[in-house]
């Protein structure tokens, strides 16, 4: 008998009020899958597809929102018949949870021993003494250095990774039976996702827990899976193991699937005829910024002497590890923060250096040939604004004429390949990938010259990327937009830039053209980084 099995499984959400009525959203339709002790099983799909909402809604951490049917069996027991205080005492003891952004899952203001603490504590595990030798253990287990430093920590001291293993640690805190990871490593570079899918591999082993995996990143999946489902407009379309899927798949979404995910080879970077030459858009040089380290009073230096170009209709990826200052890259060029010294001229126009972190006074002329992608177009987008109505903000703040600005957006539409039905919509009534098009059709409706995307892919599964890039590509090509792409996507730098800048914890590790980068690094930071990236073994089609 399985584990955790899940049989025709369907979820209904409701949402609305009395006021603007009440909508039913049949969510998931046929939802079956099993998985056995000590075993993993992947669930792959589009942004959309039913992944996370099936598996919410088989624990009952969807709420009184949804309307759960089917069959959910975990051991002997039935899921969805048990009381509240029954489905209490199995959820956190005997499956664990780790989800896709520890950042808004984990208490700003509770320190990390505090938190870990509070699952060993509902479940009354031993006395306060015991429950901290615990905590310890475990900030230990997962690779956590100085764990007695790291108990009085809070989340906001520690990296996306470290908080990323803080999330692991409540999870395993009990030894539960069964893992549900939903997309734990998506936000992070490379070589931090390498390290976190080693260290749930090794849990695994160490203590024989299932896992159930989901994720959209076909080469994640290929590391850590024993079984695979793949997930379609909330239902399983084909399920089998690992190698069958990879290499003789038999419906036709899967192979689609595992074709949009080449975008991800590095193993034969493009080769990008670079623009002509001419003069740089953007000029940096001697690119330096530090951040007040109010424990220590000192200052930190995130970026000392950075040099580098963007011409136009270029595109010029930024590559490194979290904490390697790519980012900070990204807003100095963008005109949101100061640079502490360097010369950073974009069409010509220098930018004013200063230390501190407040916005630089820029030219509205120089703002408008700039704009900014963030990584997350539904926390950068206005949820009570309408698509449209973000659209049109940039052009009041410009003070462009207002006969002018319906006609403006809707260009800006037509170039992201954004349906112009979506401007009336907000951006929760949107998908992911339509929330991306908005953020770019957002950027674009200034008609800018570089636009700076701060890992605007990362968050997208491999269909939506794979359509974004082309829609990047056609902005190159047609308008000459020029990028600075800013990423920890390997894969997707190697499609897509036609330079690549590597930034390592000691400043620019290596530079030059993608295919001469990716094709024979020189240094052992890129090469480790190169090595880090996961590859599924995918048949050619």
Request: aromatic share 4%; no cysteine.
């Amino acid at each position: 008998m399985a584990l955790f099995e899940v049989n025709e499984l369907a979820v209904t959400l409701h949402s609305g009020s009395r006021v603007s009525g009440w909508r039913a959203v049949q969510a998931v339709t046929s939802f079956s899958f099993s998985v056995e002790d000590g075993q993993t099983l992947a669930i792959v799909g589009e942004s959309g597809s039913g992944k996370s909402v099936s598996l919410l809604a088989a624990t009952r951490l969807l709420g009184n929102t949804a309307e759960v049917t089917g069959s959910v069996r975990f051991r002997d027991h039935d899921l969805l018949a048990l009381r509240p205080r029954e489905l209490r005492r199995i959820l956190g003891r005997d499956i664990g949870f780790v989800f896709q952004d520890p950042q808004s899952n984990l208490h700003p203001f509770k320190t990390i021993g505090a938190q870990i603490d509070e699952v060993l504590r509902v479940h009354r595990y031993g006395s306060r003494k015991a429950r901290r030798n615990r905590v310890i253990q475990l900030l230990d287990e997962v690779g956590i250095a100085d764990p007695e430093h790291a108990y009085r920590s809070y989340p906001a001291e520690f990296s996306g990774g470290m908080r990323q293993r803080v999330m692991i640690a409540i999870a395993i805190a009990l030894n539960p039976a069964l893992i549900v990871a939903d997309e734990p490593t998506t936000a992070l570079d490379v070589s931090v996702q390498a390290g976190i899918l080693r260290l749930l591999k090794r849990l695994q082993r160490e203590h024989g827990t299932a896992i159930v995996f989901v994720s959209h990143d076909l080469g994640v999946v290929h590391e850590i899976a024993d079984t695979v489902a793949v997930v379609r407009n909330g239902k399983v379309v084909e399920a089998g193991p690992r190698d069958r899927i990879y290499t003789s798949p038999e419906q036709q979404y899967t192979r689609e699937l595992l074709a949009a995910s080449r975008l991800h080879d590095i193993a034969a970077p493009a080769v990008l005829t670079p623009p002509e030459d001419t003069e740089p858009l953007l000029r940096v040089a001697g690119l330096r910024k530090t951040y007040r380290d109010r424990k220590r009073r000192t200052r930190r230096t995130v970026i000392d002497s950075l040099d580098f170009t963007v011409h136009p209709g270029e595109v010029v990826g930024l590559v490194g590890e979290s904490g390697s200052g790519k980012s900070t890259v990204g807003r100095i060029v963008a005109g949101l923060q100061h640079a502490d010294s360097g010369d950073i001229r974009l069409a010509g126009t220098p930018y004013p250096t200063a230390i501190d972190d407040g916005v630089p006074t820029l030219p509205a002329a120089t703002r408008r040939l700039v704009q900014l992608v963030f990584q997350d177009p539904y926390s950068s987008l206005n949820p009570r604004r309408t698509v449209g109505q973000s659209m049109a903000e940039p052009l009041r703040a410009q003070r462009i004429d207002r006969a002018l600005i319906g006609q403006k957006v809707h260009e800006a539409t037509d170039a992201a390949r954004l349906p112009v039905a979506l401007l009336d919509r907000h951006p929760a009534e949107l998908s992911g990938g339509q929330r991306q098009r908005a953020a770019i059709a957002r950027a674009l409706v200034l008609s800018p010259q570089l636009i700076v995307a701060d890992e605007a892919l990362s968050s997208l599964d491999v269909t939506t990327q794979a359509e974004i890039v082309t829609l990047i590509q056609t902005l190159v090509a047609e308008r000459r937009t020029a990028f600075l792409f800013i990423t920890h996507d390997l894969g997707v730098v190697s499609t897509l830039a036609h330079r690549v800048i590597v930034l390592g914890p000691n400043g620019v590790e290596e530079s030059g053209t993608t295919a001469e980068v990716f094709g024979a690094p020189q240094s052992a930071y890129t090469r480790s980084l190169l090595d880090a990236v996961p590859r599924a073994q995918v048949r050619a089609s």
